[in-house]
């Protein structure tokens, strides 16, 4: 089986994946030599996947090839959708409970990558959203509310830097997660313990 990472601008992603071929996007929707191929397995790790951008064009045309694009064209869908949002915690309000309470924050983010997220304490959660939401990259903003259901604190935390591939250390590293903890380990240096302190 052909994996394919398809990405905006192969620059974005410095990394070497035995197995692995990185595609720019524009050259997945484009180029003849990915039209046949229906074992390929394309991870569609577009900086979007809004209506009409290449990520949303790189699932629709993974799907019509019979390439089983991750994510999928309905899970973009859902990823849009704010009732699938307010289903999900229903069906999941338990395990964030017990998974977030020890943190006690008001709002916290997420990255979870291929249902991992580089913190074993949240694995499970993780693990769990990826389940529902089947995208490669997810960011989960999780948000306090009073026993009224008005919001406390809220506040989304975005990927800003990239780079961290580069500062994440020895590629000899077995550590198969190294790059996914480093970025954790550099976001909540950078904007949760800072907010921690504040309280």
């Known amino acids: 089986m052909n994996l394919l990472f398809v990405v905006n601008n192969p620059k974005d992603w410095p990394l070497e994946i035995p197995g692995v071929t990185v595609v720019p996007a524009r050259s997945y929707l484009t180029d003849a030599q990915y039209f046949e191929d229906r074992s390929a397995k394309v991870f569609n790790l577009c900086r979007s996947y809004k209506y009409q951008s290449a990520g949303y064009y790189v699932s629709l045309l993974a799907a019509a090839r019979g390439q089983h694009p991750l994510p999928s064209l309905s899970t973009i869908q859902d990823l849009r959708s704010p009732g699938v949002a307010r289903l999900l915690s229903e069906d999941l309000e338990e395990l964030m409970q017990r998974t977030l309470k020890p943190l006690q924050v008001a709002e916290f983010s997420m990255n979870i990558f291929f249902g991992r997220c580089g913190d074993s304490a949240y694995d499970t959660l993780a693990w769990n959203l990826f389940g529902i ?17 008005t919001v406390i604190a809220e506040g989304p935390r975005e990927l800003r830097d990239m780079g961290f591939l580069n500062r994440a250390g020895s590629a000899m590293n077995s550590d198969a997660l190294r790059y996914e903890k480093q970025l954790i380990d550099d976001w909540l240096r950078r904007d949760l313990r800072p907010a921690i302190a504040q309280r």
Do not use: I, N
């Open 133 to 149: 939401f089947e995208t490669p990259l997810l960011r989960a903003d999780f948000v306090l509310r009073d026993a009224d259901g």
